[in-house]
């Protein structure tokens, strides 16, 4: 009887709300680096690697030793967490005598600096970029903008 009555006592009472801590943050997904032999190969035997931009009306091609090599050079050791915030820029392949060896995804924005690769379709490797990467990236990008920018002026001025 006695717990009857403080039952319905406490039904009178507001109540008040439950304080919880969010869950914890998940830790962002991460794959394995691309192995060491893979890119010893791409840097001995490379013969092309291309960007797509998916937002940029411009694409690159490289196809010189010296050039593939520092290409090659832009994928860290360090293996790179899957940010789902993180929006990829572009697709990347690197070719040996025209046969595609190693190819997906590279993001590069504010806070996602990284190449996810491919087999099969499937996410396989991740692996960060270098700081030559982040330079290189940010040199290609701000010349394709002024190149367009000097194209439209070229052809406001006609």
Same mark, same amino acid.
């Given at each position: 009887? %006695?717990v009857?009555?403080l039952?319905?006592?406490?039904?009178?009472?507001?109540t008040?709300?439950?304080?919880?801590?969010?869950?914890?943050?998940?830790?962002?997904?991460? %794959?394995?680096?691309?192995? %060491?032999?893979?890119?010893?190969?791409?840097?001995?035997?490379?013969t092309?690697?291309d960007?797509?931009?998916?937002?940029?009306?411009?694409?690159?091609?490289l196809?010189?030793?010296p050039?593939?090599?520092?290409a090659?050079?832009?994928i860290?050791?360090?293996?790179?967490?899957?940010?789902?915030?993180?929006k990829?820029?572009?697709?990347?392949?690197?070719?040996?005598?025209?046969?595609?060896?190693?190819?997906?995804?590279?993001?590069?924005?504010?806070?996602?600096?990284?190449?996810?690769?491919?087999?099969?379709?499937?996410?396989?490797?991740?692996n960060?970029?270098?700081?030559?990467?982040?330079?290189?990236?940010?040199?290609?990008?701000?010349?394709?903008?002024? %190149?367009q920018?000097q194209?439209e002026q070229?052809?406001?001025?006609?």
């Amino acid at each position: 009887m %006695l717990v009857l009555i403080l039952a319905s006592c406490n039904q009178d009472k507001p109540t008040q709300p439950i304080a919880t801590t969010p869950p914890p943050a998940t830790p962002a997904a991460t %794959l394995p680096s691309v192995p %060491l032999a893979d890119l010893e190969k791409l840097w001995q035997e490379g013969t092309q690697v291309d960007y797509i931009f998916y937002n940029y009306p411009f694409t690159m091609s490289l196809s010189e030793k010296p050039a593939v090599q520092s290409a090659v050079r832009h994928i860290s050791e360090a293996p790179a967490p899957l940010k789902p915030e993180c929006k990829a820029m572009g697709r990347v392949t690197y070719q040996i005598m025209g046969e595609i060896t190693l190819e997906g995804e590279f993001f590069f924005n504010q806070g996602c600096t990284y190449f996810v690769f491919e087999k099969n379709r499937v996410k396989t490797y991740a692996n960060y970029m270098t700081d030559d990467a982040i330079k290189y990236f940010n040199g290609q990008i701000q010349q394709a903008i002024q %190149l367009q920018k000097q194209m439209e002026q070229g052809g406001a001025q006609q």
